[in-house]
């Protein structure tokens, strides 16, 4: 992992320094989603039914658990685990209860009422990502918020594994989240049926959840649809970002970025510090922890793409990390709370010697399905509010109408709009 003075940089290189790892998403990967999707729209479950053998369980008959399935799957998990995901599941309902919108009504001018009202998405769809790892923490982020939106149709989809099952985990999750409908399917083909639909899967409003190269492809092409759902939020690969100085543990420092580089071979950790004596320090744990790490290959190859970086100040490693954006950024600074106000465009910030960013992957409280690939300058963290959608409505008397008519015909006529002009101008002439 290399180590970088960032004074010493020129412009370009800098750039290159925060460039992010080239995402996996070629002309031809582009194409075989789109396959995919035309795929689905045109056989449905025997579509989806081919790619999942192809992928993932060669002999699956079935892509939809019932309730019993889900039952028989949840009783084999291990007493531990399902403390740790009923522990999880209060935290993260906690913080996400307090999010619940409320309506307002406003008397903009006598005799005109304007009001904002939310409403649950009728049917969302759960992307939950399978094959190296089981996700049980991703159901969590998903269908809590869902949960407490009380959307009236959630639908939960992952990929089988060999024996064409989902884990026992992920049907915990999924009862305690009061999701029924749970479909055996992954990749680019699950995308295509929640969006388009198939005889097993209706189509849903709105899809959520992270995943590879193929899935954030046909969440983008499945978008642009003609009718097609909304998406939570463009996504590229992992990332973590640490702002330290001689008051952090080399051992922690090297710990979390470790945490994220082991995530996949594309994901990319950065530390900044004025200290050279703590980034030495942490090259050093870095390369002691790898030896005992289970993902050492993944997390090499993701440190390729990483560096250590020396900044002449912690201000400077402010201004850093707001061209970055990173997703997760951390802060290892004993007074970490006077930065908070330098550093806002971040997925999650986590604060402190003692705030670990596995600790908001599972179990804080705040949602780990975060914009990704810089996206932290113009898109939000996942919330409650993303599993609504809002509308307004207003309300004018006649005498309301009568007060704002001038300014209404007015801008009408000076945008030749005369149409709308009279319909303003037509009721006023009506008599009682």
Same mark, same amino acid.
């Given at each position: 992992?290399?180590?970088?003075?960032?004074?010493?940089?020129?412009?370009?290189?800098? @750039?290159?320094?925060?460039?992010?790892?080239?995402?996996?998403?070629?002309?031809?990967?582009?194409?075989?989603?789109?396959?995919?999707?035309?795929?689905? @729209?045109?056989?449905?479950?025997?579509?989806?039914?081919?790619?999942?053998?192809?992928?993932?369980?060669?002999?699956?008959?079935?892509?939809?658990?019932?309730?019993?399935?889900?039952?028989?799957?949840?009783?084999?998990?291990?007493?531990?685990?399902?403390?740790? $995901?009923?522990?999880?599941?209060?935290?993260?309902?906690?913080?996400?209860?307090?999010?619940?919108?409320?309506?307002?009504?406003?008397? !903009?001018?006598?005799?005109?009422?304007?009001?904002?009202?939310?409403?649950?998405?009728?049917?969302?769809?759960?992307?939950?990502? &399978? &094959?190296?790892?089981?996700?049980?923490?991703?159901?969590?982020?998903?269908?809590?918020?869902?949960?407490?939106?009380?959307?009236?149709?959630?639908?939960?989809?992952?990929?089988?594994?060999?024996?064409?099952?989902?884990?026992?985990?992920?049907?915990?999750?999924?009862?305690?989240?009061?999701?029924?409908?749970?479909?055996?399917?992954?990749?680019?083909?699950?995308?295509?049926?929640?969006?388009?639909?198939?005889?097993?899967?209706?189509?849903?409003?709105?899809?959520?959840?992270?995943?590879?190269?193929?899935? !954030?492809?046909?969440?983008?092409?499945?978008?642009?649809?003609?009718?097609?759902?909304?998406?939570?939020?463009?996504?590229?690969?992992?990332?973590?970002?640490?702002?330290?100085?001689?008051? @952090?543990?080399?051992?922690?420092?090297?710990?979390?970025?470790?945490?994220?580089?082991?995530?996949?071979?594309?994901?990319?950790?950065?530390?900044?510090?004025?200290?050279?004596?703590?980034?030495?320090?942490?090259?050093?744990? $870095?390369?002691?922890?790898?030896?005992?790490?289970?993902?050492?290959?993944?997390?090499?190859?993701?440190?390729?793409?990483?560096?250590? $970086?020396?900044?002449?100040?912690?201000?400077?490693?402010?201004?850093?990390?707001?061209?970055?954006?990173?997703? +997760?950024?951390? *802060?290892?600074?004993?007074?970490?709370?006077?930065?908070?106000?330098?550093?806002?465009? @971040?997925? =999650?910030?986590?604060?402190? +010697?003692?705030?670990?960013? =596995?600790?908001?992957?599972?179990?804080?409280?705040?949602? +780990?399905?975060?914009?990704?690939?810089?996206?932290?300058?113009?898109?939000?963290?996942?919330?409650?509010?993303?599993?609504?959608?809002?509308?307004?409505?207003?309300?004018?008397?006649?005498?309301?109408?009568?007060?704002?008519?001038?300014?209404? $015909?007015?801008?009408?006529?000076?945008?030749?709009?005369?149409? +709308?002009?009279?319909?303003?101008?037509?009721? *006023?002439?009506?008599?009682?």
């Amino acid at each position: 992992m290399q180590i970088l003075q960032w004074s010493q940089l020129s412009a370009a290189e800098q @750039a290159q320094v925060l460039a992010r790892p080239t995402q996996s998403q070629s002309r031809e990967l582009q194409q075989q989603v789109a396959d995919i999707i035309d795929a689905v @729209a045109t056989d449905g479950d025997a579509a989806v039914l081919r790619y999942t053998r192809q992928f993932d369980c060669d002999t699956l008959t079935q892509l939809r658990y019932s309730e019993a399935d889900i039952m028989r799957r949840a009783e084999l998990l291990e007493p531990a685990v399902k403390q740790a $995901i009923d522990t999880a599941y209060q935290t993260i309902n906690t913080f996400h209860q307090q999010q619940k919108p409320s309506d307002i009504s406003v008397e !903009t001018y006598p005799g005109v009422v304007c009001s904002q009202r939310f409403q649950a998405l009728q049917s969302v769809g759960l992307y939950i990502p &399978g &094959g190296s790892a089981v996700l049980p923490s991703t159901a969590l982020m998903l269908g809590v918020p869902a949960q407490i939106a009380n959307n009236p149709r959630r639908v939960l989809v992952s990929p089988p594994d060999k024996d064409g099952e989902l884990s026992p985990a992920l049907m915990y999750v999924a009862q305690k989240c009061g999701i029924t409908e749970v479909y055996r399917c992954g990749g680019a083909q699950a995308i295509a049926a929640l969006a388009v639909g198939t005889e097993s899967i209706a189509p849903v409003a709105k899809i959520f959840g992270p995943g590879n190269s193929y899935v !954030t492809a046909a969440k983008q092409q499945v978008a642009q649809r003609n009718g097609g759902p909304a998406i939570d939020m463009p996504a590229g690969p992992s990332e973590l970002l640490v702002i330290a100085d001689d008051s @952090a543990n080399p051992e922690f420092v090297a710990a979390d970025l470790l945490s994220q580089a082991e995530h996949g071979a594309d994901s990319q950790v950065l530390l900044l510090s004025p200290s050279a004596a703590l980034i030495d320090a942490t090259q050093a744990a $870095i390369a002691r922890q790898l030896e005992v790490l289970p993902r050492a290959a993944t997390a090499r190859k993701a440190l390729t793409e990483s560096a250590l $970086i020396q900044t002449d100040s912690l201000e400077q490693a402010c201004t850093i990390s707001e061209l970055y954006a990173p997703e +997760h950024l951390s *802060l290892q600074l004993d007074n970490a709370d006077d930065y908070l106000a330098q550093v806002t465009q @971040a997925g =999650s910030i986590f604060i402190g +010697h003692y705030t670990p960013e =596995s600790g908001g992957d599972y179990a804080t409280g705040t949602n +780990h399905v975060l914009p990704t690939y810089g996206f932290a300058r113009n898109y939000s963290s996942l919330g409650l509010l993303d599993f609504y959608r809002r509308y307004t409505t207003q309300n004018v008397s006649k005498e309301g109408l009568s007060g704002l008519s001038s300014a209404i $015909i007015t801008l009408a006529e000076t945008e030749g709009l005369r149409a +709308h002009a009279r319909a303003v101008s037509i009721r *006023l002439e009506d008599k009682p």
